[in-house]
């Protein structure tokens, strides 16, 4: 089973949650899925130094970067295909939020990288699963219509999933929110105040739900 991880950088401030990517490639090594690693190949919008958050004054490759959490090659979105992966996972970050998109500056007026948009798009039109951890639920909300996930509790997040027409529900960090019309999979991580260990749980369980449905949509 191949399964595509978009990764958006490399560090929490400014590119892919560490811990959650992690714990994604933890638990689809556990079920033995062979992991494709997508990205894009630009700059991210900014360099945060992870210490005191302060802004860098230099630029970083977001495949470059990724490279780092997927300890090799990894793909460029403008050549992903849908026929290459059984389901398509998004670990949080504010890299995906200020590099996948603009959400972290624009909010409710956001808009999606071509790229990124094209790849979730053609894995709903062929009705294979999608996943989305932490803020990385907002990218299916803005792009499918009525698309149910969560991003925990209420928040600002939530409130511009609701504005675009999408619905949000809330769960807690252990939860995965399956909207199955749409055959998309969402839970919180660290969009909850909560350990390692907690955000683990919430995200094995839905590795283990995407694959165990990839599984009944392949016989």
Same mark, same amino acid.
């Given at each position: #089973?191949n399964?595509?991880?978009?990764?958006a950088?490399s560090?929490?401030?400014?590119g892919s949650e560490?811990?959650?990517? *992690?714990?994604t490639?933890l638990?689809l090594?556990?079920?033995?899925?062979?992991v494709?690693?997508y990205?894009l190949?630009e700059?991210? +919008?900014h360099?945060i130094?992870?210490?005191?958050?302060?802004?860098?004054q230099?630029s970083?490759?977001?495949? *470059?970067?990724?490279a780092?959490l997927?300890r090799?090659?990894?793909?460029?979105?403008?050549?992903?295909?849908?026929k290459d992966?059984?389901a398509?996972?998004?670990?949080g970050g504010?890299g *995906?939020?200020?590099n996948?998109?603009?959400?972290a500056?624009k909010?409710t007026?956001?808009t999606?990288?071509?790229?990124?948009?094209? +790849?979730?798009?053609s894995?709903?039109?062929?009705k294979k699963?999608l996943?989305?951890?932490c803020?990385?639920?907002?990218? +299916?909300?803005?792009l499918?219509?009525g698309?149910?996930?969560?991003?925990?509790?209420?928040?600002?997040a939530?409130? +511009?999933?609701?504005?675009w027409?999408?619905?949000h529900?809330?769960?807690?960090?252990?939860?995965?929110?399956i909207?199955?019309?749409?055959?998309?999979?969402s839970t919180?991580?660290y #969009?909850c105040?909560?350990s390692i260990s907690?955000?683990e749980?919430?995200?094995?369980?839905l590795?283990?739900? *995407?694959?165990?449905r990839?599984l009944?949509?392949?016989?």
């Amino acid at each position: #089973m191949n399964v595509g991880v978009c990764l958006a950088g490399s560090g929490v401030f400014d590119g892919s949650e560490i811990h959650e990517t *992690v714990c994604t490639l933890l638990a689809l090594d556990r079920l033995n899925a062979t992991v494709r690693f997508y990205s894009l190949s630009e700059s991210q +919008a900014h360099v945060i130094n992870h210490h005191d958050q302060t802004e860098l004054q230099e630029s970083r490759s977001c495949l *470059v970067e990724s490279a780092r959490l997927a300890r090799g090659p990894v793909e460029d979105f403008e050549s992903f295909n849908s026929k290459d992966v059984d389901a398509l996972l998004f670990p949080g970050g504010f890299g *995906v939020a200020k590099n996948f998109c603009d959400f972290a500056f624009k909010g409710t007026e956001m808009t999606i990288k071509e790229p990124v948009k094209n +790849a979730i798009l053609s894995m709903h039109q062929s009705k294979k699963p999608l996943a989305f951890m932490c803020i990385s639920s907002v990218l +299916a909300a803005r792009l499918i219509p009525g698309a149910i996930v969560t991003v925990g509790s209420k928040s600002d997040a939530s409130q +511009a999933i609701e504005s675009w027409g999408a619905v949000h529900q809330e769960s807690t960090v252990e939860q995965v929110v399956i909207d199955e019309a749409n055959n998309i999979f969402s839970t919180p991580a660290y #969009m909850c105040e909560a350990s390692i260990s907690n955000i683990e749980k919430g995200i094995s369980i839905l590795v283990e739900k *995407v694959l165990s449905r990839t599984l009944v949509s392949s016989r």
